[in-house]
């Protein structure tokens, strides 16, 4: 009763994605295995951060998103450098080993699926956009090995392929999943760079997950229109891979939050 009284108090509370001060983020993924172990995991979270109070230590915001399959949770944390974050790694085990060991006494057996590092590269949001997000959608390419300006080239590739796209926005035809980002039901898309150079992360909020998922159901079968611009992206040299998943916003936490 606690930990659902919890949750349901908090807010959600819209991460600052593009803050100047963040150089660093983290993003893992953890199955649960249930709707239920979901909403349990996150109010144990929760609990679990605020006993303890901010850890500071380079850390600016954490945050933990409901996956849509019913079993996942997405963590993204922004940290003020890399090095401050293993500084944290090296000093903060109190708390770390504590923060764990109640979450993981509230909902046995969750398993911890990865953790990957990443810097900000570009976003795309309209300046004065106050609408708060119903759905966020994670984006991922994976490359067949490192490269930064390879990676830096398929972000600018895909910007350029959106630019495009809003230029032609009188004729329905061309609307996308991606140029819906810039001009319909999308609200913000940030591209990541995966800092050992092999993948790329699109974090990118949506006014719903219904709006989301009629984009994919537009033209072009949901992967972009005909346009050269396009074609680019998808024939790209070196992506090897990639993953859509859809989240509801869950939880954001912070100094004083």
Known sequence: MILSL????????????????????????????????????????ELAWRRRGWPGGGLLSYTVHFGEDGRTLLHYTQWTSEEDFQEFLRTATDFKEGWNAEVDAA?????????HGYELYRSAATPGDTRVPGAVV???????GPDVERQRAWV??????????ATAVED???TTPESAA?????????????QDGTRVLNYAE????????????????????????????HAFP????????????????????
């Open 6 to 45: 919890i949750t349901q108090q908090n807010s959600y509370a819209r991460p600052v994605l593009d803050r100047p001060d963040s150089h660093v983020v983290k993003v893992s993924t953890w199955d649960v295995g249930t709707p239920e172990r979901q909403r349990a995991t996150v109010a144990a979270l």
């Open 107 to 115: 909902v046995p057996g969750i398993r911890r699926l990865g953790l």
């Open 138 to 144: 994670i984006v991922e390419a994976e490359f067949d």
């Open 156 to 165: 600018d590739t895909v910007f350029t392929a959106l630019q495009a796209d």
């Open 172 to 174: 329905p035809a061309r």
């Open 182 to 194: 810039l001009q319909g039901a999308g609200i913000s898309g940030h591209f990541h760079l995966g």
């Open 206 to 233: 949506w006014e719903s997950a219904e709006a989301h998922q009629s984009a994919l159901d537009a033209p072009g079968n949901g992967i972009g229109t005909s346009s050269k611009e396009w074609a680019r992206v």
């Open 238 to 257: 070196g992506v090897s891979g990639g993953s859509v998943r859809r989240y509801t916003p869950g939880l954001t936490l912070g100094p004083g939050v």
